[in-house]
């Protein structure tokens, strides 16, 4: 137990790390390209991803997944090669695709011809992706975080610094389209050399089957959740306009997106814990708390000052052309919080080989709650009425993940607000002191954002300080044991 307990803190490190260099640098590249691009720019490109995501869903088929979640015993050789050659000419199959019938339904579809030099383009990556897979999973089995944080920080930096070169450059439009390109292209060599595996000719039925069992579903529960993510994109770019589309897209990097790359950092750590530790729901229960409330503890206080300070930070760092911006941030920041109720729970099913349930629990939410919801918001309300629509869906998706967590690890509403009872007093201290600085004195934005994040980590310190220092204690003791 202590050895694990050494290896999750040491993946925690190494992701944390890839997210802090990766996503940060990632994150503030699109905050500088905001800055010299237009709405519409972004508008053009969030129009291509909701038809290249939905296409690019059904790319791996789910078998990195499966090659993650199965246990050693379950598996060999023969899986890893027969997952490598049916990705690769799958992808030529769905790459062919995406020239021919996508991009011209696409372009079609928005009236926007320049969706046909797009999408082939950012569809390059269809190509590259089932390269990496088997060389990440067998990495991500092997907790080896270490070396996944180098390649895709190696990755970010350079693919952030050519696209901040072209849209200096004037290269507008293709600096966006050129940054998503280029991060897989760097990545795949890094990855071969990484782990030294070289795919053989050899493919086996038996070795398909048994990945595609697991992953199908996998791939079903991607699509649903890429029919969550992106039906708000498609419906804003058809009914609205490329503009609003930017507008919105800026409100979800700044605060949905940000939360689902914290989330990342545990998320990727805790999917082959859970594998590996499926049998014992006890320790399934005790880890998936730990991971709700540290995820909670980092993203809410954040998502308090964009709800708070939303008008100034946009207008100060983005310019009146973001506008628009303001108040579906406001609400998709809302929408995360409660989000932070239930977060992680489907890498928690997925872990435990319950892939199926998570497909079905997906596709429930995108097609009777999600659907319906973004229909109506955007139809009567545009972007407010997105963000809206995102809000009622986070807080269902609550409801509907309690319900299910309490049948697979017999976990009670009770035991979850114990452990989110600091971020959440923490919380509604921070929003309570912004709320009072920004309405009744002069206090600046970065004054009053520093005070709220203060008053955050003086709740937290002071309701769970002991706990902190007591985990840290136990890491520390458990590696000296280790090493002893």
Known sequence: MAA????????????????????????????????????????????????????????????????????????????????????????????????????????????????????????????????????????????????????????????????????????????????????????????????????????SQEAFKDVFGFGIYTTGTNFSNNLINKLDYLFIGKFVSASALGAYTLAFVLTDTFRSQVMSIMNRVMYPVYGKAQEDIESIKRYYLNVVRYNSLIINP???????????????????????????????????????????????????????????????KAIFVFLPAISIGVYYYGIIGAAYAVLFNKIVSVIIAQYFLKKLINLRFSELLIALQAPLVGLMVSLFIGLILRENTSVGMIVTGLIMLIAYAGVIWMMIGNDLKKQYSEIKFGKEKVVN
């Open 302 to 364: 954040v998502m308090a000052v964009l709800f708070i300070l939303g008008e100034p930070i946009i207008n100060n760092f983005f310019g009146e052309k973001w506008i628009e911006t303001i108040i579906p941030m406001k609400i998709i920041a809302l929408s995360v919080i409660f989000h932070m109720m239930a977060n992680s729970n489907t890498v928690l099913i997925r872990g435990m080989g319950k892939s199926k349930l998570e497909f079905f629990i997906q596709l429930f």
């Open 4 to 203: 694990l307990k050494i290896r999750i803190l040491k993946g925690v490190f190494w992701n944390s790390l890839q997210v802090l260099i990766n996503k940060s640098f990632s994150f503030l590249i699109k905050l500088v390209l905001a800055k010299i691009l237009f709405p519409e720019e972004f508008g053009i490109v969030g129009m291509a991803l909701v038809f290249t995501s939905f296409v690019e869903v059904f790319n791996d088929l789910g078998f990195g997944a499966a090659l993650i979640q199965r246990k050693i015993d379950d598996l060999n050789e023969n899986h890893f090669h027969t997952a490598f050659w049916t990705g690769v000419v799958w992808s030529l199959v769905i790459y062919q695709l995406m020239i021919f019938v996508i991009s011209p339904f696409a372009a079609s579809f928005y009236q926007e011809p320049l969706l046909l030099q797009i999408i082939p383009v950012l569809s390059i990556s269809v190509l590259s992706s089932p390269v990496n897979l088997v060389h990440k999973a067998q990495l991500m089995r092997d907790m080896n975080f270490k070396e996944i944080a180098k390649i895709e920080n190696y990755s970010a930096v350079g693919s952030g610094v050519l696209s901040l070169g072209l849209a200096l450059s004037g290269a507008g439009v293709w600096s966006l389209v050129f940054n998503s390109v280029a991060t897989f292209l760097i990545s795949m060599p890094l990855y071969f050399r990484a782990t030294k595996w070289r795919p053989k000719f050899i493919w």
